[in-house]
């Protein structure tokens, strides 16, 4: 294997490719104080011998691990976790409640992720999903703090992406490890402007209420900087959160045009909507990438933002049914 590609990023915090696709695509984080260790994140399974492999690279081991910490269980975040944990004796899973069960039994994120992937992508790019006995998980409930060898890290719940998404302060860096929660920003698409910053609305659980009070949340603790899984640190906290919640909103209305259309088509014009809107963003941003290179550094984002509008608006549905048949 090739030698694994990472960098500190801040004080003990090291950003790790995991591979997932293309470089650039997802990251994870090792958080160091001393000689203990945390991992933020886990990639797929596919991306645990090149955790491993940093952590040697640094002269520890994997008795070293403390906590294996994923943000949400989607598989680009804590696909790797089974694997992971059991390759790190000491190591005990932090997790979002609502996220334990499926780390325990994975059938479910295996069969929901078939589902959105198909069968093939899904075992070539994910590998295989091992479960995690009960004993070795800590469930994280909102404001824990996880002392890593006298280094605070704060669990904070985090609902609008997932609704098993936590975020994790780490306050001797001032950074916030993000996931999904504060949105994804390619190095590709960065221009004299900044990081261009929008928002997976990946199925199953989009919520943008939520989600802008879990924005609340995270810009209260005024957080120096962010370490986003997809991708890398970024600054200014502030000023990309309202770049964030504009993508949230103007996610939300291009599905809400669709509301009440012949379900026949939705999917693709979703689809077209939400490349035509992101392309755009790009391009006024002072992207100078072609749209068809646009199109390919977003193309897994453009899928899965439309798939999670259209689930987004058949639950609607579903609520507007269910009141509707309610009795006064
Ligand atoms: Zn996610």
């Given at each position: 294997m090739n030698k694994p590609s990472f960098e500190e990023v801040a004080d003990g915090v090291y950003c790790i490719e995991t591979g997932l696709y293309r470089h650039g695509l997802a990251a994870c984080y090792l958080v160091r104080s001393d000689d203990r260790l945390a991992f933020v994140e886990t990639g797929t399974s596919n991306s645990v011998p090149r955790l491993l492999e940093v952590i040697s690279t640094l002269g520890l081991t994997p008795e070293h691990v403390d906590y294996v910490i994923p943000t949400h269980v989607h598989l680009d975040h804590a696909g790797g976790a089974g694997n992971l944990i059991a390759s790190c004796p000491n190591a005990r899973l932090v997790i979002h409640p609502k996220g334990a069960g499926h780390m325990m039994d994975p059938s479910k994120l295996a069969a929901g992720a078939t589902a959105v992937y198909g069968e093939e992508e899904f075992a070539r790019h994910f590998g295989s999903l091992v479960p995690i006995p009960e004993e070795r998980i800590i469930i994280a409930d909102d404001g824990m703090v996880i002392d890593l060898n006298g280094r605070s890290l704060t669990f904070i719940d985090t609902p609008g992406h997932a609704n098993h998404h936590g975020c994790i302060y780490d306050e001797r860096t001032g950074g916030f490890f993000t996931g999904d929660t504060f949105g994804i920003s390619y190095r590709e698409l960065d221009t004299p402007n900044g990081p261009l910053l929008f928002a997976p609305t990946t199925p199953v659980a989009f919520d943008p209420d939520a989600w802008q009070e879990s924005l609340d949340k995270i810009l209260s603790f005024n957080p120096k900087t962010i370490y986003l899984t997809h991708y890398g640190r970024v600054d200014q906290p502030q000023t990309l959160g309202q770049d964030l919640r504009r993508s949230i909103r103007d996610l939300a209305e291009l599905a809400l045009a669709e509301e009440g259309t012949n379900a026949e088509g939705r999917g693709e014009r979703l689809k077209r909507g939400v490349a035509d809107h992101l392309i755009k963003r790009a391009l006024s941003h002072?992207?100078?990438?072609?749209e068809a290179q646009i199109r390919e550094v977003l193309g897994v984002d453009i899928d899965l933002n439309a798939q999670g509008l259209e689930v987004w608006l058949v639950r609607r549905a579903k609520i507007r049914t269910a009141n509707a048949a309610a009795p006064e």
């Open positions: 002072g992207c100078t990438l072609s």
